[in-house]
């Protein structure tokens, strides 16, 4: 593992971003941060694209992008997945994280599984470029008892310490797919798109589903000045968090260069954009930097911070190009598991990136 920084900024990694990040951030909070507090995240009803008729979908199309298009973030309610299903993966989590005992955690060490690095992440091992106060396990769709077309049979006993794990886990997987579609439509539709272009694309595709479990923090920890989560931005198409109970989510706010502190409401979800869409929407909309600090309230010495984030990605060999009607492409077109490897490889090693030309598929 290489020597991680509590000081490191975003642009000693930038040698490995794969779209364009002109801007400065510290990865973890610091006194000199500068905080937006007038800057509201908007929320949106997405039952108006999910059932609305022609002129509903086409203003929520319209309202959700233009939202995103700004920031890269937007809050979504109305989306039709139960929040007592997020209320039992919340404890569910806790549970994961502190009833298996460590021997079974170091059994699933992470590793590359197609792009996805899966598996478990240590606490201060979630990158080797932060040294994170956060434990985390991450599954991709091979993980689960899914239809599967690019993979062989699922495995059980290849992911999970415990398989009565796997259909709690499954059930949330299952909930949110039913918004990869609809979510992607309504942001192509707002650039004024064809909706469904990534429609084929998007069946049965693959997706990183991440727990993140921030216990406590014990004095030595919460004065070494290491963050919760180190600054990032996605690498994915867009990412669907379930709001945590517990604040502490900070989103970069580039026409200011000020952090917003994002406060989303119970059983609502947060959508923020990925590199893979700024790469294919020709820079349009964002991938936005994000970071987890220590919430306002203090209570990150007291009690642990549960999220449960979701990756949407495309399966590794399809091609990630701009999209017609964007106007003059400013990337060339990428096999999907290039370019997220060699992002991502800045924070799992040079090793970890493939080579793969778009000529190959
Ligand atoms: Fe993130």
Redesign the pocket.
């Given at each position: 593992m290489a020597n991680p920084d509590i000081d490191a900024v975003n642009q000693d990694f930038i040698r490995y971003d794969q779209v364009e990040k002109n801007h400065t951030y510290r990865l973890a909070e610091s006194q000199s941060d500068e905080f937006d507090t007038d800057y509201e995240i908007q929320t949106f009803d997405i039952g108006r694209y999910l059932h609305g008729n022609k002129t509903d979908r086409q203003n929520f199309a319209e309202e959700f992008g233009a939202a995103v298009q700004e920031i890269g973030f937007s809050v979504l309610v109305g989306h039709d997945v139960d929040a007592s299903i997020y209320d039992e993966i919340n404890d569910r989590v806790e549970e994961f994280f502190t009833t298996t005992p460590m021997h079974d955690k170091m059994r699933f060490r992470a590793a590359r599984q197609g792009s996805v690095s899966q598996g478990y992440f240590p606490i201060k091992e979630t990158s080797d470029i932060h040294p994170d106060l956060v434990e985390g396990w991450v599954w991709c769709r091979r993980a689960f008892d899914m239809p599967q077309q690019r993979s062989s049979p699922y495995k059980p006993e290849s992911f999970w310490p415990d398989e009565k794990y796997e259909p709690v886990f499954r059930q949330l997987a299952t909930a949110h797919e039913a918004l990869f579609k609809p979510i992607t439509q309504a942001m192509f539709q707002g650039l004024g798109c064809d909706p469904h272009l990534y429609d084929e694309k998007l069946t049965q595709t693959n997706f990183g589903l991440?727990l993140n479990y921030y216990p406590p923090l014990g004095e030595a920890d919460n004065a070494s000045g290491a963050g919760r989560?180190l600054g990032?931005?996605?690498v994915d198409l867009f990412?669907i968090?379930p709001a945590p109970r517990v604040g502490g989510l900070q989103v970069w706010n580039h026409h200011n260069n000020k952090w917003v502190r994002l406060h989303a409401p119970p059983g609502s979800i947060i959508i923020?954009t990925?590199d893979y869409m700024q790469r294919i929407t020709n820079d349009r909309l964002p991938s936005t930097t994000?970071?987890v600090g220590k919430p306002v309230d203090g209570s990150h010495t007291d009690v642990p911070r549960i999220s449960f984030?979701m990756?949407v990605y495309i399966w590794e060999d399809e091609i990630l190009e701009v999209l017609p009607g964007l106007g003059e492409p400013r990337y060339d077109a990428v096999k999907a598991i290039t370019f997220h490897t060699r992002s991502t490889s800045k924070f799992y090693g040079d090793d970890y990136a493939v080579e793969s030309p778009v000529e190959s598929s």
């Open positions: 991440r989560l990032h931005e996605d990412t968090l923020n990925g994000h970071r984030p990756a």
